[in-house]
């Protein structure tokens, strides 16, 4: 399966994102890494090119909700994402924050998984898991 | 190094260079070009034999360009920028997904460029393509695009032209066999300008266009002025005005061969689009603050004198750094602020006095920019810039 990753908005957490390439490789995912630095358009322009099956941001510095909030708004305009799986991981907020609270805001900008200080490997469990069942 | 003759043919002058000096003259748009080189240049014309003769051209107003992709960051930046570099006016790029509700352009378009997916992609264009195709009037034709889908396109497209996908497998372009196609093409739309094409009676090379020589140039800027990096050219001309720019200046995820791209204002030039220029200038929210800091006033736009012309050539260097600023976010945005040089060449350099340069650019950063320091200004006056990348391979 094809996963096109990297880092959100003005994140350069540059050792994080290179961990998720190799985990991801590990597991057999065919990864297109986009680096830090990337803007949502580019991760949905990206998926488009590869036709990737996942897309997988993260964010570690805690200001993913101002890069992510219009995802929904750019899904709708490609016809051919209906099929892809939306993954959000890292540490999605400054400070402080419940992740009861994180998971439901982040889903509700169009995103399947969320995952808030979840360690790495949990995360790509999860994700195997929910595209088995999705098939 | 051997001694060649030098010439570019720009849309008012052209300039003739060899080791000893370096001729400008006004072209005389009652003659064909060839015939006023052959009146001006015959002395130094004579003491060359034709594989010594190196010609550049911006005079034909290149080639019409219409790039068809299927994505903004990639397909179409790509193409975009392949095309720019090569020479190219792009006069429009549509996203493959909007195509059904894009209006078609009724002029004669030189070449199509359709682009979009990597290689294991398939199926990504459809019937929707052809149906906008069918009523374009275009020359020539070319699928730059994922492999999987080049068979279906070139059944159903007459003359397509099929060279390898410009986005590789890692999303990274791939720019070698467009940009040679479309330098060709270039050469080949010369060839059929019966202006350009005598010219051929005074050289053995090949005829590029200005701006792919210009781009050719930049690594070497430094032999012939003191340049800093990261920098800007700037080629305000007569009907367009071009900056090259050190990619460093932009946050990109393209990963590319040359450290320089182009940009192309095709309504920024000052003689035979005064008009355009005088609209942008209206327009912008700065305008009257500009006049005022030059001293005139509004009715500077209706004068016929030098003065104007200076005040034209001043206005458009502030709006052409006003559009890649960040100050005009819809538009291609340039890190002004880490700018050490900006270098001008093209016609401009023949009306303004650097202390002229330096004031406007003075005022535009820090009105734009609020910043005292600007970068160093270094005037190409004697058109020079060209002459280091013509003769390179």
């Known amino acids: 399966m094809k996963v096109v990753t990297g880092v959100v908005g003005n994140d350069i957490h540059v050792v994080a994102n290179r961990l998720i390439e190799i985990s991801l490789q590990a597991r057999g995912f065919e990864v297109f890494n986009l680096g830090v630095n990337t803007y949502l358009e580019e991760f949905i322009d990206a998926v488009i090119e590869t036709n990737a099956d996942i897309l997988l941001i993260s964010s570690l510095n805690g200001e993913a909700e101002g890069w992510c909030r219009e995802l929904n708004i750019l899904k ?9 799986v939306f993954m959000l991981g890292g540490n999605l907020a400054v400070g402080e924050a419940k992740t009861e609270d994180i998971v439901p805001k982040f889903k509700n900008y169009g995103f ?19 595209v088995k069942a999705k098939k | 190094m051997k001694n060649r003759l030098l010439i570019d043919i720009g849309s008012t002058y052209f300039k003739v260079s060899d080791a000893e000096n370096i001729q400008q003259h006004f072209r005389d748009f009652n003659k064909d070009i060839y015939d006023d080189l052959k009146y001006k240049c015959s002395d130094i014309l004579e003491k060359y034999n034709k594989d010594d003769v190196y010609i550049c051209s911006s005079a034909n107003g290149g080639l019409s360009t219409l790039i068809i992709g299927i994505t903004n960051s990639f397909s179409l930046k790509y193409a975009t920028n392949i095309a720019f570099n090569s020479g190219i006016n792009i006069i429009d790029t ?5 195509i059904e509700n894009t209006t078609v352009p009724s002029d004669l378009i030189d070449v199509v460029i359709i682009t979009g997916a990597i290689d294991s992609v398939s199926d990504i264009f459809d019937e929707k393509l052809f149906n906008y195709l069918n009523e374009l009037n275009y020359s020539n034709i070319v699928y730059v695009g994922n492999k999987n889908d080049s068979k279906y396109l070139s059944e159903n497209i007459e003359n397509l032209v099929i060279l390898p996908n410009i986005i590789n497998n890692k999303l990274q372009v791939n720019e070698l066999q467009l940009k040679e196609y479309l330098t060709n093409l270039y050469q080949a ?18 005829i590029y266009s200005t701006p792919y020589i210009v781009n050719k140039t930049l690594p070497l800027i430094n032999t012939m002025f003191k340049v800093a990096d990261p920098f800007i050219l700037v080629d305000i001309g007569g009907a367009t005005t071009d900056i090259h720019y050190s990619t460093t200046l932009i946050n990109d995820n393209m990963v590319k061969d040359s450290e320089y791209d182009r940009l192309v204002f095709k309504k920024l030039g000052v003689f035979k689009s005064k008009e355009s220029l005088i609209f942008a200038a209206k327009n912008n929210e700065f305008v009257y603050e500009l006049l005022s800091f030059l001293n005139v006033t509004e009715h500077i736009f209706e004068e016929q004198s030098d003065k104007a012309l200076k005040t034209l050539m001043q206005l458009a260097i502030f ?14 945005n340039l890190k002004l602020d880490l700018l050490k040089s900006v270098v001008l060449t093209g016609g401009i350099t023949k009306v303004l006095k650097q202390e002229e340069v330096e004031s406007i650019i003075g005022f ?21 810039i060209w002459t280091l990348g013509i003769t390179q391979k």
């Open chain 1, 112 to 130: 399947d998984l969320v995952f808030h200080q979840v360690d790495l490997n949990t995360g790509l469990d999860e994700l195997e898991k929910y």
């Open chain 2, 364 to 384: 535009f950063y820090k009105k734009i920019l609020s910043s005292s320091v600007k970068p160093n200004i270094i005037l190409d006056s004697n058109y020079e």
């Open chain 2, 189 to 206: 739309d010369i060839m059929g300008k019966e202006d350009i094409k005598n010219l051929y009676a005074i050289t053995d090379n090949q």
């Open chain 2, 319 to 332: 709006l052409v750094l006003y559009k890649v600023s960040k100050a005009h976010p819809l538009y291609i």
């Open chain 2, 94 to 98: 549509i996203l493959y997904q909007d």
């Open chain 1, 76 to 84: 709708s305009k490609y016809k051919s994402l209906k099929d892809v």
